[in-house]
């Protein structure tokens, strides 16, 4: 079964950095491109920002600056570098990913993880 596994979120005062990882597990053949979106409550699922396999990026204007997406292909895993929070950028951040897989070919999503940026 594939699955998309999230970790390094936590609480953190503003201006301060935390950094997500997101690793792709299964019998996975490609992963194309891969992305985090954010849902903070009472609002709708937005786009952080996306990785092509071969490393073009694209940022939400809100982070831009800010944030840094990168990826390691071989580890299928995908990485956010997010540097003077805001307390705006409280949410449940998701990521996501384009595989090829033996029984899975598409979209899959992470669990979420808690970012929480005190003032």
């Known amino acids: 079964q594939v699955q998309l596994v999230e970790s390094g979120g936590g609480l953190v005062q503003a201006g301060g950095s935390l950094r997500l990882s997101c690793v792709a597990s299964?019998?996975?053949?490609?992963?194309?491109?891969m992305g985090w979106y954010r849902q903070a409550p009472g609002k709708q699922r937005e786009l952080v920002a996306s990785?092509?396999?071969?490393?073009?990026?694209n940022y939400a204007d809100s982070v831009k600056g800010r944030f840094t997406i990168s990826r390691d292909n071989a580890k299928n895993a995908v990485y956010l570098q997010m540097n003077s929070l805001k307390p705006e950028d409280t949410a449940v951040y998701y990521c996501?990913?384009?595989?090829?897989?033996?029984?899975?070919?598409?979209?899959?999503w992470g669990q979420g993880t808690q970012v929480t940026v005190s003032s």
């Open positions: 996501n990913a384009d595989v090829i897989a033996t029984h899975t070919i598409g979209i899959i």
């Open positions: 299964g019998s996975i053949f490609r992963v194309n491109d």
């Open positions: 990785i092509t396999r071969g490393g073009v990026t």
